[in-house]
């Protein structure tokens, strides 16, 4: 197993720019999402999905989209970057099930964003 | 609301003492709770988790965390530190039926000879 993937591993842009940033897994996880990590601020989540055709907002989820059209699948769009948005992104899964709902998640490498 | 405290930026060990990185916690329902290490330039790992029973959970590279639930922390220990263990470490909180952990702002270990 692969686990999780993301893609690319860096990526500078300028503002006003737009691009996409892939994450897979092949866990079968129904659960997936997205984080950004920043210095003094932990892992903050951005958007999160359940399960392929549903998605819902997390803590900053003001410009990113995200889509969920299969269970492996959960790209991360930026709408217009900015520099606010220089980071770094973390795709994760997990598995949905009794007792808790959530269960530990499954990290990607992560990509490093910079917006110039 | 659920968030993580973790008070300390930074925890400084001699090799072969033992380690305490602490973790506090808020929630309105039963809390889940995890421990996640990431060493420089990856992605976080799992290292334990309490969903419920024994208040000590024992986990991945001879880690271990005491649930206190009157105290609201879950504070990480290891009886006797390696250099090797230094690396950023992280602990997070969900309520049953959430769909959003939340994670504390990370301590930073670092174990010297």
């Known amino acids: 197993n692969a686990g999780v993937t993301q893609t690319p591993k860096f990526q500078v842009l300028k503002t006003g720019q737009s691009m996409t940033l892939q994450c897979a897994q092949d866990m079968n996880h129904e659960y997936m999402s997205w984080y950004r990590q920043d210095p003094g601020m932990g892992l903050r989540l951005i958007h999160y999905?359940?399960?392929?055709?549903?998605?819902d907002q997390g803590e900053v989820p003001n410009g990113y989209n995200v889509s969920r059209s299969t269970t492996e699948d959960f790209p991360l769009r930026l709408l217009s970057a900015a520099p606010s948005q220089t980071s770094v992104y973390f795709c994760a899964s997990s598995h949905v099930g009794p007792p808790t709902g959530l269960d530990e998640q499954y990290f990607g490498p992560g990509t490093r964003l910079t917006v110039t | 609301a659920q968030s993580v405290a973790q008070p300390e930026d930074q925890v400084n060990v001699a090799e072969g003492n033992p380690l305490t990185v602490k973790c506090t916690y808020s929630v309105s329902g039963n809390p889940y709770l995890f421990w996640y290490v990431q060493y420089p330039n990856r992605g976080l790992q799992f290292l334990l988790k309490?969903?419920?029973?024994?208040?000590l959970v024992k986990g991945s590279y001879g880690f271990e965390a005491e649930f206190n639930k009157s105290q609201t922390s879950f504070h990480l220990k290891k009886p006797s530190a390696l250099v090797s263990d230094s690396a950023l470490y992280f602990c997070a909180v969900f309520t049953g039926g959430g769909n959003k952990l939340t994670f504390g702002t990370g301590t930073q270990l670092k174990v010297e000879l």
């Open positions: 309490y969903i419920t029973g024994d208040n």
């Open positions: 999905s359940v399960g392929a055709g549903i998605t």
